[in-house]
């Protein structure tokens, strides 16, 4: 694991269940895109700070794993599965592709395809 990678760090940092190191993962002018959600696109780290304190309230066991990764140039492109228990007990599961870009170390713009996985309860 490098831990210059910036999707290693960001896997590390939600792994860390610290929303202030996920939110130092980004650029100040970091842009976030959802095209199957477009309205929840944004700008800024201190938003990323702002989901992520919200995603730990809902998940505090959060766990992030990366499945694949590609380079192209200067896209880094990554599939992504995030497990963890909501309040109720239930087992919650995202996966999909990011398509990101950095600059200077930091995650600068996102395309996020991670969508909710019907999880079987007797699994």
Known sequence: MNTNDP?????NAINSH????????FTATYR????????????GSGRVLTNWTAIFGQLPDIQAE????????????????????????????????????????????TRFYLSPVAVNADR
């Open 7 to 11: 999707i290693d760090r960001l896997k």
């Open 18 to 25: 610290d929303p202030r190191q996920v939110a130092d993962c």
């Open 32 to 43: 976030s895109e959802t095209p199957h959600r477009p309205q929840d696109g944004f700008t």
């Open 66 to 109: 990366v499945l694949r990764r590609a380079t192209d140039g200067a896209e880094l492109w990554s599939e992504w599965e995030m497990v963890g228990t909501t309040p109720d007990g239930a087992k919650a599961v995202m996966r999909g592709p990011v398509i990101m870009t950095t600059r200077d170390g930091r995650i600068d713009w």
